[in-house]
């Protein structure tokens, strides 16, 4: 075992450790505070909704910490285990080992792999956990529709597009990895562009919103900040769970605002109100923008890198490989990527929480911030979020600020 090798198995047992004892940590920190609602909820959440909460946060807990591990393991199957090279010489009874066709095979039975291994925890968690919680709206039936209707589209769209891949990397010689790049950028601006109108459909119904009042209001509002779209949509989010939200979506002209059916239900006209402000500050602060240029340099970087490493001498051997080639090459690394990424989730996650709190400023300048307080406490009751998260798990995992902090912000504008 070479130097490489010990490195990405240290990453990874570290990465599972850290994981494994931040999520015993949540589950515990929240167990410890399930008896009494937070001084600052008293008022908004019965005892109930926040043992609900915490039982919740609990019972969801063991899934993602046994996700984690079945992910380890995988990996260490396929590479270690000599998994990856199986499967490479299954194919190469078939087809031309590092042809075109046997990287496409390869990489589609990884994807097959890896979506059988995570079967077991999206049943457990949508049958099991949701549906105990009242969350899960979905139907035997219309769950197997859903995974018919996503491997269609996921063959489709996925196989010619490794197939080009593939073979703009065997053209392009030593810098293959500048080819890979332009085309996940390209696979990324074209989804976002798609999604809307394309593949949202196929999965849900989209009416225009019906309500007059709340129309104009929403109207009204993006008139204040600036802001033009090609539509105000409802989605029948409510065929497939209780969750609600409200998003945006697509790319310029292409711009359509979407509510959850549930979001709707839920909230009164000045929450939406509020709710939709926050959403449209992202857009004002040109998040998803700022992402992009952040993402962008450094997935090329992350290529860069892979370029030259699988150009060094006992990359293939040292993650159990006898094949190299570009397929090979590229499986491999995104089999090891996580394990080096996973330290960087703690800042990832801090960048995501500043733009939160951009957001909620925002829609306080623009809207209300009591509106949206009360719509983010009934938001956190009726999903059961918790509002006693582990602070240390917090800090790494959590995309938004918890709840505490967030509303006791809204609610003292000097701090904003
Ligand atoms: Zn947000």
New binding site residues.
Partial sequence: MNAFAVLFLCALLLGLATRLALIRRQIRHVRAHRDAVPAAFAATIPLASHQRAADYTAARAPLAAGEAIAGALFVLTLTFGGGLQAVHAVWGEVLPAGSVAHGVALLATLGVLGWALDLPFVLARTFGVEKKFGFNRITPRLFIADTVREAALAAAIGLPLLAVLLWSIGLAGERWWLWAWALWLGINVLVMLIWPTFIAPLFNTFTPLADAALKARVEALLTRCGFRSSGLFVMDGSRRSAHGNAYFTGLGAAKRIVFFDTLLDKLDADEIEAVLA??L??FHHR?LLRRLAVLAPASLAVLAILGWLAAQPGFFSALGMQAQDGASALALFFLILPAFTFPLAPLLSHWSRT??FQ??AYAARQSSATALASALVKLYRDNAATLTPDPLYSRFFDS?PPAAVRIGRLLTPHTR
């Fill in positions: 926050h959403e500050g992202h998040h733009h939160e957001a909620d938004h």
